[in-house]
Protein backbone atom coordinates (compact mmCIF):
# COMPACT_ATOMS: atom_id res chain seq x y z
CA UNK A 1 0.00 0.00 0.00
CA UNK A 2 1.29 3.54 -0.73
CA UNK A 3 2.08 5.67 2.27
CA UNK A 4 -0.30 7.79 2.71
CA UNK A 5 2.17 11.25 3.34
CA UNK A 6 1.47 14.17 0.51
CA UNK A 7 3.17 16.69 -0.68
CA UNK A 8 3.15 20.72 -1.70
CA UNK A 9 3.77 19.75 -5.54
CA UNK A 10 4.31 23.94 -5.81
CA UNK A 11 7.67 24.73 -6.22
CA UNK A 12 9.03 27.59 -3.87
CA UNK A 13 9.38 30.84 -6.04
CA UNK A 14 12.91 31.55 -6.96
CA UNK A 15 13.19 34.64 -4.59
CA UNK A 16 11.78 32.46 -1.69
CA UNK A 17 14.28 29.60 -2.43
CA UNK A 18 16.94 32.26 -2.63
CA UNK A 19 16.25 33.79 0.26
CA UNK A 20 16.49 29.37 2.04
CA UNK A 21 19.68 29.30 0.21
CA UNK A 22 21.03 32.42 1.64
CA UNK A 23 19.78 31.29 5.42
CA UNK A 24 21.59 27.97 4.77
CA UNK A 25 25.25 29.73 4.20
CA UNK A 26 24.73 31.94 6.94
CA UNK A 27 23.86 29.51 9.66
CA UNK A 28 24.82 26.06 8.43
CA UNK A 29 20.97 25.24 8.77
CA UNK A 30 17.29 26.33 7.15
CA UNK A 31 13.78 25.44 7.88
CA UNK A 32 12.16 24.30 4.30
CA UNK A 33 8.75 25.46 5.16
CA UNK A 34 5.72 23.29 4.32
CA UNK A 35 7.34 20.00 2.00
CA UNK A 36 3.76 18.55 3.47
CA UNK A 37 0.51 18.49 3.58
CA UNK A 38 0.01 18.69 7.30
CA UNK A 39 -2.81 16.87 7.61
CA UNK A 40 -1.21 13.73 5.89
CA UNK A 41 1.56 13.56 8.60
CA UNK A 42 0.09 12.05 11.30
CA UNK A 43 -1.08 8.99 9.46
CA UNK A 44 2.24 9.11 8.15
CA UNK A 45 4.17 8.51 10.83
CA UNK A 46 1.48 5.94 13.01
CA UNK A 47 2.24 4.11 9.09
CA UNK A 48 5.73 4.65 10.21
CA UNK A 49 5.30 3.40 13.99
CA UNK A 50 3.38 0.38 12.94
CA UNK A 51 6.63 -0.69 11.04
CA UNK A 52 9.06 -0.47 13.48
CA UNK A 53 11.16 -3.35 14.55
CA UNK A 54 13.60 -4.21 17.68
CA UNK A 55 16.84 -5.34 16.37
CA UNK A 56 18.64 -8.42 18.11
CA UNK A 57 21.29 -5.74 19.73
CA UNK A 58 18.12 -3.80 21.01
CA UNK A 59 17.68 -0.91 18.62
CA UNK A 60 14.37 0.47 16.89
CA UNK A 61 14.75 0.54 13.08
CA UNK A 62 12.34 0.70 10.09
CA UNK A 63 13.30 -2.27 8.34
CA UNK A 64 15.12 -1.36 4.67
CA UNK A 65 12.74 -2.84 2.43
CA UNK A 66 9.35 -0.27 4.09
CA UNK A 67 8.47 2.04 1.26
CA UNK A 68 8.47 4.75 3.99
CA UNK A 69 11.83 4.58 4.21
CA UNK A 70 12.30 6.73 1.40
CA UNK A 71 9.11 8.34 0.94
CA UNK A 72 9.27 11.43 2.00
CA UNK A 73 12.23 11.88 -0.90
CA UNK A 74 9.13 12.24 -3.70
CA UNK A 75 8.31 15.59 -2.39
CA UNK A 76 9.08 18.10 -5.23
CA UNK A 77 10.25 20.88 -2.40
CA UNK A 78 13.09 18.60 -1.41
CA UNK A 79 14.34 17.93 -4.42
CA UNK A 80 14.29 22.11 -5.69
CA UNK A 81 16.73 23.41 -2.94
CA UNK A 82 19.68 20.26 -3.20
CA UNK A 83 21.58 21.33 -6.31
CA UNK A 84 22.01 25.35 -5.40
CA UNK A 85 23.00 24.27 -1.98
CA UNK A 86 26.07 21.85 -3.05
CA UNK A 87 27.35 24.43 -5.44
CA UNK A 88 27.29 27.42 -6.94
CA UNK A 89 27.88 26.43 -10.57
CA UNK A 90 25.42 27.68 -13.18
CA UNK A 91 25.97 24.02 -14.63
CA UNK A 92 24.13 22.61 -11.73
CA UNK A 93 25.45 18.83 -10.78
CA UNK A 94 23.10 16.21 -10.49
CA UNK A 95 21.92 15.20 -7.01
CA UNK A 96 22.49 11.49 -5.99
CA UNK A 97 20.84 10.18 -2.17
CA UNK A 98 23.83 8.32 -0.35
CA UNK A 99 22.42 8.18 2.95
CA UNK A 100 18.50 7.03 4.26
CA UNK A 101 19.06 6.93 8.10
CA UNK A 102 15.98 6.31 10.48
CA UNK A 103 17.08 7.37 14.09
CA UNK A 104 14.38 5.83 15.92
CA UNK A 105 14.28 6.52 19.95
CA UNK A 106 11.69 5.46 22.68
CA UNK A 107 10.86 8.86 25.03
CA UNK A 108 13.21 9.84 27.48
CA UNK A 109 16.03 7.56 25.87
CA UNK A 110 19.15 9.00 26.28
CA UNK A 111 20.82 10.28 22.71
CA UNK A 112 24.39 11.19 21.80
CA UNK A 113 26.79 13.85 22.65
CA UNK A 114 28.19 16.86 21.06
CA UNK A 115 30.21 16.15 17.71
CA UNK A 116 30.23 16.76 14.13
CA UNK A 117 29.86 13.97 11.07
CA UNK A 118 31.74 16.33 8.33
CA UNK A 119 35.32 18.36 8.89
CA UNK A 120 35.48 21.53 7.59
CA UNK A 121 37.46 22.22 3.75
CA UNK A 122 39.36 24.80 3.17
CA UNK A 123 39.77 27.42 5.60
CA UNK A 124 37.92 27.91 8.76
CA UNK A 125 36.59 31.36 9.19
CA UNK A 126 37.77 33.10 6.11
CA UNK A 127 35.13 32.37 3.66
CA UNK A 128 32.62 30.40 2.79
CA UNK A 129 33.38 26.63 1.19
CA UNK A 130 30.20 24.45 -0.41
CA UNK A 131 29.38 21.34 1.78
CA UNK A 132 30.29 17.87 0.06
CA UNK A 133 27.30 16.57 1.33
CA UNK A 134 23.82 17.98 2.30
CA UNK A 135 21.65 16.72 5.06
CA UNK A 136 17.94 17.00 5.55
CA UNK A 137 16.23 16.21 9.21
CA UNK A 138 12.55 15.32 9.57
CA UNK A 139 11.10 15.01 12.88
CA UNK A 140 7.41 14.53 11.39
CA UNK A 141 6.35 16.62 14.38
CA UNK A 142 5.48 20.29 16.01
CA UNK A 143 8.90 20.35 16.91
CA UNK A 144 8.78 23.88 20.33
CA UNK A 145 10.64 22.83 23.09
CA UNK A 146 13.31 21.21 24.20
CA UNK A 147 10.54 18.12 25.23
CA UNK A 148 9.79 17.34 21.99
CA UNK A 149 13.31 16.57 21.44
CA UNK A 150 14.77 18.79 18.91
CA UNK A 151 18.32 18.65 18.16
CA UNK A 152 20.47 20.97 19.48
CA UNK A 153 23.21 22.82 17.07
CA UNK A 154 25.79 25.70 17.18
CA UNK A 155 24.88 28.01 14.10
CA UNK A 156 27.69 29.18 11.91
CA UNK A 157 30.04 26.57 13.24
CA UNK A 158 29.72 25.07 9.76
CA UNK A 159 32.16 27.96 8.87
CA UNK A 160 33.68 29.43 11.88
CA UNK A 161 35.71 26.61 13.87
CA UNK A 162 36.09 29.36 16.56
CA UNK A 163 32.62 28.12 17.67
CA UNK A 164 31.97 25.14 19.54
CA UNK A 165 29.83 23.93 22.49
CA UNK A 166 32.43 24.05 25.26
CA UNK A 167 32.88 28.04 25.05
CA UNK A 168 29.99 29.47 24.96
CA UNK A 169 28.88 29.85 21.65
CA UNK A 170 25.32 30.09 20.81
CA UNK A 171 23.35 27.38 20.42
CA UNK A 172 19.94 26.96 18.98
CA UNK A 173 17.50 24.44 18.28
CA UNK A 174 16.40 22.66 14.89
CA UNK A 175 12.53 24.09 15.76
CA UNK A 176 10.17 22.99 12.65
CA UNK A 177 6.50 22.48 12.28
CA UNK A 178 5.80 18.88 10.61
CA UNK A 179 5.11 19.48 7.88
CA UNK A 180 8.73 20.99 7.55
CA UNK A 181 12.18 19.66 6.75
CA UNK A 182 15.22 21.05 8.02
CA UNK A 183 18.47 21.34 5.44
CA UNK A 184 21.30 21.48 7.19
CA UNK A 185 25.13 21.57 6.93
CA UNK A 186 26.78 18.12 9.19
CA UNK A 187 29.58 20.72 9.48
CA UNK A 188 27.88 22.21 12.42
CA UNK A 189 28.39 21.04 16.45
CA UNK A 190 25.25 19.28 16.80
CA UNK A 191 23.80 17.09 19.50
CA UNK A 192 20.69 14.96 19.87
CA UNK A 193 18.29 15.44 22.65
CA UNK A 194 15.73 12.85 23.63
CA UNK A 195 11.86 13.48 23.46
CA UNK A 196 10.66 14.25 27.05
CA UNK A 197 6.67 13.29 26.09
CA UNK A 198 4.89 10.36 25.42
CA UNK A 199 5.65 8.87 22.07
CA UNK A 200 8.77 7.73 20.06
CA UNK A 201 11.55 10.56 18.62
CA UNK A 202 11.87 9.55 14.96
CA UNK A 203 14.31 11.96 13.30
CA UNK A 204 15.27 11.00 9.80
CA UNK A 205 18.47 12.15 8.15
CA UNK A 206 18.93 11.97 4.24
CA UNK A 207 22.33 12.29 3.10
CA UNK A 208 22.68 13.46 -0.67
CA UNK A 209 26.16 14.76 -2.45
CA UNK A 210 26.10 16.13 -5.94
CA UNK A 211 27.38 14.35 -9.43
CA UNK A 212 28.76 16.41 -11.79
CA UNK A 213 27.31 15.97 -14.98
CA UNK A 214 28.72 17.68 -18.38
CA UNK A 215 25.83 19.36 -20.31
CA UNK A 216 23.90 16.83 -22.66
CA UNK A 217 26.27 13.97 -21.41
CA UNK A 218 24.16 10.41 -20.85
CA UNK A 219 25.79 10.09 -17.18
CA UNK A 220 23.73 7.17 -16.94
CA UNK A 221 24.59 4.81 -19.35
CA UNK A 222 27.71 3.06 -18.18
CA UNK A 223 30.31 2.23 -20.74
CA UNK A 224 31.01 -1.81 -21.16
CA UNK A 225 34.76 -1.59 -20.18
CA UNK A 226 33.75 0.67 -17.64
CA UNK A 227 31.22 -2.00 -16.18
CA UNK A 228 33.90 -4.79 -16.72
CA UNK A 229 35.98 -2.99 -14.47
CA UNK A 230 33.31 -2.61 -12.06
CA UNK A 231 32.63 -6.41 -12.09
CA UNK A 232 35.90 -6.92 -11.57
CA UNK A 233 36.63 -4.98 -8.71
CA UNK A 234 39.00 -6.59 -6.10
CA UNK A 235 37.47 -5.10 -2.88
CA UNK A 236 35.33 -2.38 -1.53
CA UNK A 237 37.67 0.67 -3.01
CA UNK A 238 37.73 -0.74 -6.03
CA UNK A 239 33.84 -0.92 -6.65
CA UNK A 240 33.22 2.73 -5.20
CA UNK A 241 36.13 3.69 -7.75
CA UNK A 242 34.19 2.13 -10.97
CA UNK A 243 31.02 2.01 -9.12
CA UNK A 244 29.96 4.41 -6.84
CA UNK A 245 28.64 4.65 -3.87
CA UNK A 246 26.49 0.73 -4.09
CA UNK A 247 28.21 -2.10 -4.27
CA UNK A 248 27.77 -5.09 -6.76
CA UNK A 249 26.56 -7.09 -3.83
CA UNK A 250 23.68 -4.78 -3.02
CA UNK A 251 22.49 -3.91 -6.75
CA UNK A 252 22.66 -8.30 -7.23
CA UNK A 253 20.53 -8.07 -4.18
CA UNK A 254 18.39 -5.53 -4.63
CA UNK A 255 17.74 -6.98 -8.38
CA UNK A 256 16.76 -10.30 -7.06
CA UNK A 257 14.36 -8.71 -4.23
CA UNK A 258 12.42 -7.13 -7.54
CA UNK A 259 12.68 -10.34 -9.44
CA UNK A 260 11.12 -12.27 -6.17
CA UNK A 261 7.97 -9.60 -5.20
O1 LIG B 1 19.11 12.72 16.27
C1 LIG B 1 19.54 13.87 16.16
O2 LIG B 1 18.91 14.85 16.54
C2 LIG B 1 20.90 14.15 15.58
C3 LIG B 1 21.51 12.97 14.95
C4 LIG B 1 22.99 13.02 14.93
O3 LIG B 1 23.62 13.28 15.91
C5 LIG B 1 23.70 12.77 13.70
O4 LIG B 1 23.11 12.73 12.64
O5 LIG B 1 24.93 12.65 13.73
Redesign the pocket.
Known sequence: MQPSLKFIETPYPSSHLGNLLAQFRARGYVVLPNVFKRESVDNFRQEVESAIVKTQDGRFELPDNRPELVYPLKAPRIRDPLSRALSPSQMVPKISVFET?W?ISESGKN??GW?K?RQHEGMPGREYHYPLAV?L?IYYRDIESIED???AIIPRSHQDQNLNPYNGSEQEL?LARKEDVIMWD?RLW????SRQKEGW?I?T?YGFYPIQAFQGYEIHKMPRALAQAWLDSEGTADEIFYGGTFSLDSVRKGLERIEQS
Request: net charge neutral.
Open positions: ALLGHDHGGPTFQHQANRFI
